[in-house]
């Protein structure tokens, strides 16, 4: 599991800037649960609100179905009819460098 999450990590990084612009092949990730809300908020050292205001990020969908707890086949099956979209059950250090990466796009 650390070696899937591990190459997810990686994974995260290695997607080029035209792929994350038109989120292919990447899996929308919903912000929304309240303790991934504050254990991220906290370990970012920012107010829950700031991610919140986010609502979402894009990440490989790999790292996506270890936050979201989903296995990866059905996100790629989601994939076929449309934008694959899950909920954050969990929280990475590659989760958290999305979502810092999105808050300073944000801020600028």
């Known amino acids: 599991m650390l070696t899937a999450?591990?190459?997810a990590s990686v994974a995260l990084f290695s997607?080029?800037?035209?792929l994350a612009g038109n989120n292919n092949g990447l899996v929308v990730v919903d912000l929304t649960n309240a303790d991934v809300l504050n254990n991220l908020a906290q370990n970012l050292k920012v107010n829950?609100?700031?991610i919140s205001a986010l609502n979402n990020v894009s990440v490989p969908i790999g790292l996506a179905a270890a936050i979201c707890d989903v296995n990866a086949?059905?996100?790629a099956a989601q994939k076929?009819?449309?934008?694959?979209?899950?909920?954050?059950?969990?929280?990475?250090?590659?989760?958290q460098s999305a979502v810092q990466k999105k808050l300073?796009?944000?801020a600028q």
């Open 5 to 7: 999450l591990a190459s």
């Open 15 to 18: 997607v080029s800037p035209a």
């Open 48 to 50: 829950v609100s700031d």
């Open 73 to 75: 086949n059905v996100l």
């Open 80 to 95: 076929k009819t449309g934008s694959p979209t899950c909920t954050a059950k969990n929280t990475t250090t590659a989760l």
């Open 104 to 106: 300073g796009t944000v």
